[in-house]
């Protein structure tokens, strides 16, 4: 059986109808010959109408109304024509298949599936009891009905699995920007340790052979912490820092504005000085208010961040430890401590000369 399936879900869609089109055939054709009290007043015509009634289910996804209303006309025709029962069931089937590839119509569908099981009945001059008015019409509108409410199980699967999917993208999304992070803490963190132990001992050794091989070190392990910067801050994207503002809860007062021009490196950097900044005044600090204020003197971007609080950085003092490497690794200057007559200030100053654009 599951190679049955399996082999029907490899079908183009065109091939599964006309299949199931000819499958609906063979079934009305063979199961009414089957009772040998109406197999006489079976003939010719009565075959003509059971296949062109089937016909249509071979359009049911490309042509869905076209189909059922055909399908449905073939069976009016039938009973105009006073032939026996022919193919009420699948024109049934028909419509289900038209309430569900097109729920929009399912109202139409399911008043013009009523009126015309009961204009059948009058064409057939049945006599109609008073609650063949009710049963009648349920039963013209019950494959309606299902075929509506399986699109809806469908559309609500759908939505499901777009929902768990665009959950895994934002566990992989998080899970990718805290590797950023660590690589971020661990590697530029040693790698800003030998660049200042290089630049260090370069004082003591000036003018030997070991001046110059510290040279080296410092410089390529200052390139090396910008193109790691650089890697990391180009997967994500660009800074926004009304959107960062925003996030946040209370009073934060923005003062100028990151330069349009400025080098990709710079901004990136500008912009995790305030991150961080306005994290910790978030965080440790019991301010309701803070300023950010952003010079530029086309040499030198200026960025302060003031808080009114009492608190300060945590103890670990990571973010001020990255927010440090990250403006000396461009050339640039930071500070951060407590301010009179209370607060904590952030200052940073970072060359806007030379950066990655």
Known sequence: MR??????????????????????????????????????????????????????????????????????????????????????????????????????????????????????IVLAYEPLQPLDLLAVPGTAVAPVAL????????????????????????????????????????????????????????????????DAVLTTIATLSAEALQEIRRLLDDSEKPPDLEALVARLPGRIDVRGALPADLPRDVRHCAYRVVQEALTNVTRHSSAEEAEVRIADDEEHLVITVDDQGHGVPGPAGRGLRGMRERVESLGGSFAAGPREPRGWRVRARIPTRGGAR
């Open 147 to 210: 075929g509506y409410a399986l699109r809806l199980q469908k559309s609500r699967a759908e939505q499901l699995a777009r929902l768990r999917e665009a959950q895994v993208r934002q566990v992989w999304a998080e899970e990718r920007a805290q590797l950023a992070r660590d690589v971020h803490d661990v590697v530029g963190h040693h790698l800003s340790a030998i660049r200042m132990q290089a630049v260090g001992s370069r004082k003591a050794l000036a003018g030997t052979e070991a």
């Open 3 to 120: 190679d049955v399936v399996r082999w029907w879900r490899r079908l183009a869609d065109r091939a599964q109808d006309a299949l199931l089109a000819a499958l609906a055939a063979a079934l009305s054709l063979c199961l009414p010959v089957l009772d040998s009290s109406a197999a006489g007043e079976l003939g010719p015509v009565w075959v003509l109408l059971v296949l062109g009634a089937c016909a249509p289910l071979a359009l049911r996804r490309r042509l869905p109304l076209t189909a059922a209303a055909a399908s449905a006309g073939v069976v009016s025709i039938g009973v105009v024509l006073g032939q026996p029962q022919a193919g009420v069931v699948v024109a049934l089937a028909a419509i289900g298949s038209a309430a569900y590839h097109r729920e929009d119509r399912w109202p139409v569908l399911a008043l013009g599936s009523a009126i015309w099981m009961l204009f059948n």
